[in-house]
């Protein structure tokens, strides 16, 4: 099992900027692609960025590309969404997950992820 708790989370201005962070337990977290979800007031819980063990492998929806990005620091069993250029579109509870099978296929469902977190809450101001 591994426990994931999300921070960082608060009221921002449109235009600015936060880092959500995503700290893992329980087990070896450099085995785990991370990944960073979100659900808005009323909608589905939505894809927003992974990745891999390796760093390099990334993957944004097309909706943060270019403001969003993602990291990982495994010697803190962390890993990162730094949000810039935010939107109030963008405001909704963040969520870290981890694939929730070993044969996870690359995909972005949400359904394919599990250990949530509680998440935390990004409110964006116009």
Known sequence: QVQLVESGGRLVQAGGSLRLSCAASGRDFSSYTMGWFRQAPGKEREFVARIGWHSSNTYYADSVKGRFTISRDNAKNTVYLQMNILK????????????????????????DFGSWGQGTQVTVSS
Do not use: F, K, M, V
Not at 92 to 111: D, F, H, Q, V
């Open 88 to 111: 109030p579109e963008d405001t909704a509870i963040y969520y870290c997950a981890t694939p929730r099978s070993p044969y996870w296929l690359g995909t972005n469902y949400p359904e």
